[in-house]
């Protein structure tokens, strides 16, 4: 985990990444437990990577920006859909933290300042093959500019791994911390091991966190619950008022209302199609309009809430960090949200000792915060 400065004006954050004892070497982890991009994302990602950083000698994070549209343009020239291109810099990248989008203007994003050392002298070496943007085809007159070399690099520069249990370890932990969505059980076939499985375990506790698996058995990793209550009362990665309710209503339409109606029995968050637009959940008039849209796209970036299609909403991955008591505390929100004057949620909220009127939503974190 580093401490990443924000370029252009924007916060700092933390970022998780791969370190260089822990990156896997190649045929180490199967493709599946890592992120990847599909085809045109990873060229659309190559053109913004070219265009933000000229010269392979420097490091890449946090480069210069760049404009939205030069990098659409040459994607499209390079024979890439359009809208497929739209998408990527729109929400593809940003999401992967791999571009941080600021209107037109683009800047990479903090998830390259966490690239570890040996994957930045790869794109080093096949920096002249990136493809330039549009701004820098020609220079002062019209010439065409010089061509960046190939960065040499010596051979004995890129670190090898032994294939240790301590290394398999570590790459299996960063590999479940980095994730987007829970790690399908085939490609971390070494937790089938129960010795190995509770050296995870071991590894993770002084962290705050633990092991956990989904219901269709796959595997990821979430807060212990004691944390996640510290965190709450320091008021740390909580969510504001307004994402809480956007969240609650996403749940409400894809998850607790299809659930009353038989469509589904299970009390999962995620793994089904249901979803809500934009005006369905506008049909709340609490909310703004402006006020959802800038909620859910904060709650898409944390992962809380995905797109099946564009402008489809979803429960997102992060849910299925969340343990069986930390999720059953959700489901009870729900009950005090969508009937909050039954019987019900009056003895939840006897239990829980909260004095709010029923309807009212309380400006501090509650129990949805704790997942």
Known sequence: MIRVHGAGGAADVLVLGWDGETAPATGSLTTGGRLGLSPVPTLVWAVCLRAAWPQPERSPYPGGPFRRADIVSLCSQLGADGEAVKQAVDRTLPEAGLIAV??????LGAAVAALPAVVVEGLRRGHHLLPAPLADARAGDGEPTSVVPPHEVPADAEPTHEMSDWYV?????????TARRPVPRGELLMLADPAMRAAVERALLPCGRQLRQTADGNWITGFCDPLADALVAEGVGTLAAVDRAVLALVLLHTVAIPRAQGRHR?????GEAHTVTLAELAS????SKAAMRAALRRLRAAGMVAEATTGRYLPGPA???????????????LILVGRPDGQLAAAIRRRRGLDAPPGELPDGPTETDRM
């Open 102 to 107: 600021d209107g037109d203007e683009l800047r």
């Open 169 to 177: 370890l570590r790459s299996a932990i960063a590999t479940l911390e």
């Open 319 to 333: 849910l299925d960090r969340m343990s069986e008591a930390r999720s059953n505390l959700l489901w009870e929100d």
């Open 266 to 270: 299970h009390n999962r968050w995620t």
């Open 284 to 287: 709340n008039r609490r909310i």
